[in-house]
């Protein structure tokens, strides 16, 4: 893929889209983009949008995904492909501590997501059954210090009730513990897409960092 300057047509504008392999914008980008610039987004915020969103779309095609369907394991699994050398994110090179790094965010992805799952259809939340959901190993569960304690909880909220769907459960004391539990559980979850973000961000702006200082060789 290939990041590419355009000009808009009538109003002479600079702006920038990013081509695919076969040379064609590829569309769901090149509208952001050019949103971007109707908003009034300078060309290099838009530039630098525009490297940003060429990764993506290249992750995306390397691993067969839809932007439209992205999960947040999909999301932990980006930030670390963004650490590899080029060889390293087509697959050409291993590279073994990034390789273990991206290993275990889409590990904890996977966890979170089978926690949520489970407890919404209120099923009885146990370290076997996220381990099962999720297809990851039990063993590993216990080595998530924040991941085992909500499974604990979780587990203590719903005990002999935890096979009736989280809907049906009605008593007073038990509407109380789902909603302490939801709330664990929310502020969980907006932990971790924070702790996603911030890396996504240091990410990006090494990406940023790295152009730059590679535009500033090339013109010295």
Known sequence: ???HPVVIPGSGIRSWTVLGDDGVPVVPVD???AYLTDIGRSPNTVKGYAHDLKNYSEFISFRSLDWREARLEDIGEFVAW???P???RSGEVAVLPVAAALR???TRSKAVQALRELDLAGTPVTFAGVAQTAGISRSWLYTQP???DQIRRLRQSTGVAGAVPADQRATEAS????LTAALDRNKQLADENARLRRQLARALGDQR??????GNDQGG
């Open 82 to 84: 963004l650490r590899l």
């Open 209 to 214: 960092s790295a152009r730059t200082r590679s």
């Open 86 to 88: 080029p060889a390293g």
């Open 175 to 178: 509407l109380r513990t789902r």
């Open 146 to 148: 924040d991941i085992s």
């Open 1 to 3: 893929m290939l990041v």
């Open 31 to 33: 509208r952001f983009l």
């Open 104 to 106: 275990h965010e889409l």
